[in-house]
């Protein structure tokens, strides 16, 4: 047998009928004909099947048998032109060896609808199914689009520590990381935990942003980014929140919040559009998918757009951009508002919640929305201070089926201002020297922002929930696998 094997994503748009290839993937399905059987191959390379068409008399009905759903064959073959509808090529099978086979008694994956809970909890096998294919594959395309986008416009990509000693951000609840025995820990006279005696010699915990350190980049190589794992303790079982979860925060020297619009709004229509131009076959699959799914469901519940409409939509409209407060403005005076149906009342100064931004992006601007400027007192003390003395330049980007995708602002470079911030917080300065300290030796105006990786691969793909859309979730009560 030929050791290198062939892409079926290849063969399946190549015409060298009489050719020999070499396939090796994993069944989903097998049909039995009168004299031969009918075997769908799926290698992971494409979203489509390679239909192996394998003699009964050839190989024999014991062989055959053992060929099921979830098992991993290879075969090598004669490719031919398909007798039957649905495809340009197969392949006429010549050697059959078994990897594995996959008992049809007990294998959980079975080639029918499962449901997405279902396929949760067999999340080793999951990434085998062709909607979980297509979303690894389009994951895949975008995380490699937000390297090259960075890549070819002078970002240079830095890698942010994933322990840290600074709980500053305070940007939700943290994980602390110790190798202390928890049974029983040093304490200190006073009776607390000492994690004087702990492996770094201080309370440390897993990062909830790179942000800071990202910040100590851009102000010595001028554009950076980061993209790596980030991690929030916070007990919030919603369909847009995991535990752990990727984000990529840019950093740039010398912009300002409008830069920093201009570049969130460049870079979110280029990693839609490549999505668009490099995963046609997954995006048309999972489009079809979601219209089956929402058929059962009444008429306000469905999508206003098929999926790649939607796409394409955002990639053509300009983003709407607005005030905090023009928002709440629009928000109060809102149908939702006056019939009371907003579960959290809106009025200046609170934090919106998901309910209100949704709202704001799909029912009254009916396109993504950048709200900026928004009070103090509900934002990060990094951010920069309006002359108003009420709000700072935040910059909150909003989606469709979403809400809050990226989060950013422009940060405050002024020592003094900045420093009465971390006071008037009681933010632990001796956490926080060095990021203070940047804003005494050559400071200068800054900004970013962060995207949450698996919020825009939930946009892109149309699937409804996070945990479906990375492969391994990690959420209250949850981190199996
Ligand atoms: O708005 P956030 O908290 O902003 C920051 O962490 C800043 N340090 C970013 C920056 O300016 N460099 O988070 C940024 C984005 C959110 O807009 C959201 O898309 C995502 O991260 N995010 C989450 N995604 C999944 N699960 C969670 N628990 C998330 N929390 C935030
Ligand atoms: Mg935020």
Same mark, same amino acid.
Request: with cysteine; charged share 25%; aromatic share 12%.
């Given at each position: 047998?030929?050791?290198?094997? *062939?892409?079926?994503? &290849?063969?399946?748009?190549?015409?060298?009928?009489?050719?020999? @290839? /070499?396939?090796?993937?994993?069944?989903?399905?097998?049909?039995? %004909?009168? *004299?031969?059987?009918?075997? @769908?191959?799926?290698?992971?390379?494409?979203?489509?099947?390679?239909?192996?068409?394998?003699?009964?008399?050839?190989?024999?009905?014991?062989? $055959?048998?053992?060929?099921?759903?979830?098992?991993?064959?290879?075969?090598?073959?004669?490719?031919?032109?398909?007798?039957?509808?649905?495809?340009?090529?197969?392949?006429?099978?010549?050697? #059959? !060896? #078994?990897?594995?086979?996959?008992?049809?008694?007990?294998?959980?994956?079975?080639?029918?609808?499962?449901?997405?809970?279902?396929?949760?909890?067999?999340?080793?096998?999951?990434?085998?199914?062709?909607?979980?294919?297509?979303?690894?594959?389009? +994951? /895949?395309?975008?995380?490699?689009?937000?390297?090259?986008? =960075? *890549?070819?416009?002078?970002?240079?990509? $830095?890698?942010?520590?994933?322990?840290?000693?600074?709980?500053?951000?305070?940007?939700?609840?943290?994980?602390?990381?110790?190798?202390?025995?928890?049974?029983?820990?040093?304490?200190?006279?006073?009776?607390?935990?000492?994690?004087?005696?702990?492996?770094?010699?201080?309370?440390?915990?897993?990062?909830?942003?790179?942000?800071?350190?990202?910040?100590?980049?851009?102000?010595?190589?001028?554009?950076?980014?980061?993209?790596?794992?980030?991690?929030?303790?916070?007990?919030? *079982?919603?369909?847009?929140? $995991?535990?752990?979860?990727?984000?990529? &925060?840019?950093?740039?020297?010398?912009?300002?919040? !409008?830069?920093?619009?201009?570049?969130?709004?460049?870079?979110?229509?280029?990693? #839609?559009?490549?999505?668009?131009? /490099?995963?046609?076959? !997954?995006?048309?699959?999972?489009?079809?998918?979601?219209?089956?799914?929402?058929?059962?469901?009444?008429?306000? !519940?469905?999508?206003?757009?098929?999926?790649?409409?939607?796409?394409?939509?955002?990639?053509?409209?300009?983003?709407?951009?607005?005030?905090?407060?023009?928002?709440?403005?629009?928000?109060?005076?809102?149908?939702?508002?006056?019939?009371?149906? =907003?579960?959290?009342?809106?009025?200046?100064?609170?934090?919106?919640?998901?309910?209100?931004?949704?709202?704001?992006?799909?029912?009254?601007?009916?396109?993504?929305?950048?709200?900026?400027?928004?009070?103090?007192?509900?934002?990060?003390?990094?951010?920069?201070?309006?002359?108003?003395?009420?709000?700072?330049?935040?910059?909150?980007?909003?989606?469709?089926?979403?809400?809050?995708?990226?989060?950013?602002?422009?940060? &405050? &470079?002024?020592?003094?201002?900045?420093?009465? +911030?971390?006071?008037?917080?009681? #933010?632990?300065?001796?956490?926080?020297?060095?990021?203070?300290?940047?804003?005494?030796? %050559?400071?200068?105006?800054?900004?970013?922002?962060?995207?949450?990786?698996?919020?825009?691969?939930?946009?892109?793909?149309?699937?409804?929930?996070?945990?479906?859309?990375?492969?391994?979730?990690?959420?209250?009560?949850?981190?199996?696998?």
């Amino acid at each position: 047998m030929l050791k290198e094997r *062939n892409p079926v994503k &290849e063969l399946l748009q190549s015409d060298a009928y009489g050719t020999q @290839a /070499h396939v090796k993937g994993w069944v989903q399905t097998k049909r039995e %004909g009168k *004299n031969v059987a009918f075997i @769908a191959l799926n290698d992971g390379s494409t979203i489509h099947h390679l239909q192996i068409v394998a003699d009964v008399t050839r190989f024999g009905e014991e062989t $055959l048998k053992q060929i099921t759903t979830g098992a991993c064959i290879a075969v090598t073959g004669e490719l031919v032109p398909s007798q039957g509808a649905g495809q340009k090529v197969e392949l006429l099978a010549k050697q #059959i !060896e #078994i990897y594995g086979t996959a008992d049809p008694e007990k294998y959980p994956l079975q080639a029918k609808r499962h449901s997405m809970e279902f396929l949760r909890d067999i999340a080793h096998l999951r990434p085998r199914s062709r909607t979980f294919g297509a979303v690894f594959r389009i +994951r /895949h395309a975008l995380a490699f689009a937000i390297h090259k986008y =960075f *890549n070819d416009n002078g970002f240079y990509y $830095l890698h942010t520590p994933i322990i840290t000693g600074s709980d500053a951000e305070g940007a939700g609840e943290m994980f602390r990381v110790t190798t202390l025995d928890p049974r029983k820990p040093p304490l200190t006279e006073t009776g607390e935990v000492d994690y004087k005696q702990d492996f770094f010699g201080k309370a440390t915990n897993l990062t909830v942003s790179g942000q800071l350190e990202g910040e100590l980049g851009a102000l010595a190589l001028g554009k950076i980014y980061t993209f790596g794992p980030t991690f929030r303790a916070e007990n919030s *079982n919603t369909a847009r929140h $995991l535990a752990e979860f990727w984000m990529v &925060e840019p950093e740039m020297a010398f912009y300002d919040l !409008e830069d920093n619009m201009d570049l969130a709004e460049d870079f979110m229509k280029y990693l #839609i559009r490549y999505a668009l131009d /490099h995963c046609p076959d !997954e995006l048309q699959f999972l489009e079809t998918r979601l219209l089956e799914e929402e058929k059962n469901k009444k008429q306000e !519940e469905r999508s206003p757009m098929p999926l790649i409409e939607k796409l394409r939509f955002v990639v053509d409209n300009q983003f709407e951009r607005l005030d905090y407060t023009q928002a709440v403005d629009i928000l109060m005076k809102s149908k939702p508002a006056q019939k009371g149906q =907003f579960v959290y009342p809106v009025s200046w100064g609170t934090d919106l919640q998901s309910e209100h931004e949704r709202y704001l992006v799909e029912k009254h601007f009916k396109k993504p929305v950048i709200l900026v400027n928004y009070p103090m007192h509900i934002k990060s003390f990094y951010m920069k201070q309006n002359d108003d003395g009420k709000t700072v330049r935040a910059m909150d980007v909003l989606f469709p089926g979403i809400g809050e995708i990226i989060g950013g602002s422009q940060r &405050e &470079e002024n020592y003094d201002k900045l420093y009465a +911030r971390v006071k008037a917080l009681n #933010i632990p300065e001796e956490s926080l020297w060095w990021y203070l300290e940047t804003r005494q030796y %050559g400071t200068a105006p800054h900004s970013g922002f962060g995207l949450g990786f698996e919020r825009l691969t939930l946009f892109v793909t149309g699937m409804t929930n996070i945990r479906d859309v990375i492969p391994f979730p990690r959420t209250p009560q949850n981190a199996e696998f």
